[in-house]
């Protein structure tokens, strides 16, 4: 248990066996190796080091809850290498973990595999089912056809863990299909509106069935058609646009941005999708955004990044209630003591602290 922390650990920080053992400078990265195997047992004072050059307290070393993620599904575009996919993933397996810590604190209900209406899960057929697919899900979960003010929040409301990852230029999200529990990873680093539809694209992963013999580019677009849909339902849109038009200007997109959370390229798309725009002019609209450069940055004023408080909240409840000690709460935040006093008894500033902390 011990020794598959301490690589669980040292990968989430991407370090190396090497780079470690040159950071904690009293022991070497074969005895390193030697305790994440369980083939010896660093003493307290080794303990103490390796807890300081991992950045994180001796107690966490001896963490109880784990979780069985499995494999990620990663999109098919992912250029990540091999080491970022495996500091990635014990990242992601440390935060998960420390979410459920502050959870089991207050015997809360473990989340479980996401469980949805016959409606939503039976097979698709095409990709214009993902519509429908969405529209349904908006019912299950009583959604209505308004505007998703904060998609994180209502995705952990659900039971749907949110993991969010930065520095990784190279990933949009992906899910854990044979995960214990709902988990979506997305990247912070992208502009909100792009952060959103990629949450609803790897949501679209989670509860989409696809055909065996589907070729996953087709599994991609369905995955978009649905996140479109979930974003903004057809009924909304036509309202919001009309029925049939040759041409739709960028000012009324930006606007519609605003309102949705969805970019404007997005909804050039939902348009087309929704034959809003005939197939022609939304090849038309394609040129003339390549055409002025526009087509590879986003129009407009940048959408705000979503996050959540749910497991901040916990902690926070969780330290003040005396539940926790100051360094156990540190620890489940991923701060240090300092900023713990910060984050905590000065006040939480929610601009600055992510989904995943």
Not at 16 to 38: F, H, P, W
Not at 90 to 101: D, T
Not at 290 to 312: F, V, W
């Amino acid at each position: 248990m011990l020794g598959g922390r301490i690589r669980q650990i040292r990968m989430a920080r991407g370090l190396s066996l090497r780079a470690l053992a040159e950071k904690m400078g009293c022991v070497t990265a074969q005895a390193i190796s030697n305790y994440e195997t369980d083939k010896d047992m660093p003493g307290s004072s080794v303990l103490i080091a390796l807890a300081d050059a991992l950045d994180t307290s001796v107690s966490a070393l001896f963490q109880r809850i784990s979780v069985k993620l499995g494999e990620p599904a990663y999109r098919k575009r992912s250029t990540m290498k091999k080491t970022e996919k495996r500091a990635l993933q014990s990242y992601v397996s440390l935060q998960v973990e420390r979410h459920l810590e502050a959870e089991a604190i207050f015997s809360l209900e473990a989340h479980k595999p996401l469980e949805l209406p016959d409606s939503v899960v039976k097979p698709i057929n095409d990709i214009s089912d993902a519509e429908n697919r969405a529209e349904e899900l908006r019912k299950h979960w009583e959604l209505a056809d308004y505007p998703i003010e904060n998609l994180v929040e209502l995705l952990e409301d659900k039971g749907i863990l949110v993991v969010c990852v930065h520095g990784y230029s190279n990933f949009d999200g992906c899910t854990y299909p044979d995960a214990e529990i709902p988990v979506v990873i997305v990247n912070g680093d992208r502009p909100g509106d792009r952060f959103r539809f990629d949450l609803a694209h790897e949501l679209a992963h989670l509860v989409l069935h696809f055909p065996v013999d589907w070729p996953q580019k087709e599994q991609e677009k369905a995955a978009h058609r649905f996140a479109g849909a979930f974003l903004v339902p057809a009924n909304r849109a036509i309202s919001e646009l009309g029925e049939n038009r040759a041409r739709i200007t960028t000012m009324e997109l930006c606007e519609l941005k605003r309102k949705y959370g969805l970019s404007v390229q997005a909804w050039f798309y939902r348009a087309k999708d929704l034959k809003i725009l005939s197939e022609n002019a939304f090849s038309n609209i394609c040129k003339s955004l390549n055409a002025s450069g526009m087509a590879k940055q986003e129009i407009g004023d940048p959408y705000p990044l979503e996050c959540t408080s749910r497991h901040r909240r916990l902690v926070a409840r969780a330290y003040t209630d005396g539940r926790i000690s100051e360094s156990r709460a540190a620890e489940l935040l991923g701060v240090s003591i300092s900023e713990l006093h910060r984050k905590l008894l000065d006040g939480l500033d929610d601009d600055q602290v992510d989904v995943a902390e």
